[in-house]
């Protein structure tokens, strides 16, 4: 069974930013779509942001190209991934406390309707998550 690891949550005041990190130790994403996810206190996972893998047509100098948000995060997060490290990354800028939430990474087959894919069947292989927490 294939582990993602997250990393980077912590705890930052109203308008800081925080970076995310996902990766798979022994095993390569380089040929998953990756999402990001988020669980808020008393509500349900939801999407919020993916990119496609590397083999699929991502034009890296189009940074828009291959990357999706929901619009609660657009021009605040920029999703990423690097291909020597064979990590993927969340740059979270202008925080609110509405981000708050408990944060996974998730392999998937691909990035369509990523927004509604939070159930642990709707993707292949998760991470046990990592707590952000935006104070006001």
């Known amino acids: 069974q294939v582990q993602l690891v997250e990393s980077g949550g912590g705890l930052v005041h109203n308008g800081g930013s925080l970076r995310l990190s996902c990766a798979a130790p022994g ?6 779509p990756i999402a990001w996810f988020r669980r808020a206190p008393g509500k ?3 999407g919020v942001s993916c990119i496609e893998a ?8 189009d940074s828009v190209k291959g990357r999706y948000y929901i619009d609660a995060v657009k021009g605040r ?19 609110k ?22 159930a642990e069947e ?7 998550g990592t707590q952000v927490t935006v104070s006001r």
């Open 77 to 95: 997060f920029t999703i990423s991934r690097d291909d020597v490290t064979h990590t993927i990354y969340l740059q979270m800028d202008s925080l």
């Open 54 to 61: 590397n083999d699929d047509d991502i034009d890296y100098a």
């Open 27 to 32: 095993f390569t994403l380089d040929h998953y």
């Open 44 to 46: 349900e996972r939801e």
């Open 122 to 128: 709707d993707n292949e292989y998760w991470g046990q």
């Open 97 to 118: 406390p509405e981000d708050t939430g408990v944060y996974y990474c998730a392999a998937r087959g691909d990035c369509s309707d990523y927004e509604f894919a939070g």
